[in-house]
């Protein structure tokens, strides 16, 4: 059993930055693939980023390629993500997710069994 906190989330100005953290309990993190997606109102849920277990290999949505990055750190159970010049679009719910590394594919959030109660970022113009 995996437990997730995000925390992190805010207001902030078009342009500006924040970096959400999402905590971990359970001896399994170091092995479990990290997710993060995006929700806004009346919208779609959203791939965000993916970061295996070790750090080695990261996915990106394309609305987010090139702004945000995905780190963890394993001795700390703690995955965060880094946004970088944040736009109104981004206003949203963010939450982790933690999985397995078996699966078809990084973005399904269906595949991660575990998620968080999620964080607001709002970005205003």
């Known amino acids: 059993q995996v437990q997730l906190v995000e925390s992190g989330g805010g207001l902030v100005q078009a342009g500006g930055s924040l970096r959400l953290s999402c905590a971990a309990s359970?001896?399994?993190?170091?092995?479990?693939?990290m997710g993060w997606f995006r929700q806004a109102p009346g919208k779609e849920r959203e791939f965000v980023a993916v970061i295996t277990s070790n750090g080695g290999y990261t996915e990106y949505g394309d609305s987010v390629k090139g702004r945000f990055t995905i780190f963890r750190d394993n001795t700390a159970n703690t995955v965060y993500l880094r946004m970088n010049s944040l736009k109104p679009e981004d206003t949203a719910i963010y939450y982790c997710a933690a999985r397995s590394p078996f699966g078809t594919s990084w973005r399904a959030g269906h595949e991660y069994e575990y998620w968080g109660q999620g964080t607001q970022v709002t970005v205003s113009t």
């Open positions: 359970g001896r399994t993190f170091s092995t479990n693939t």
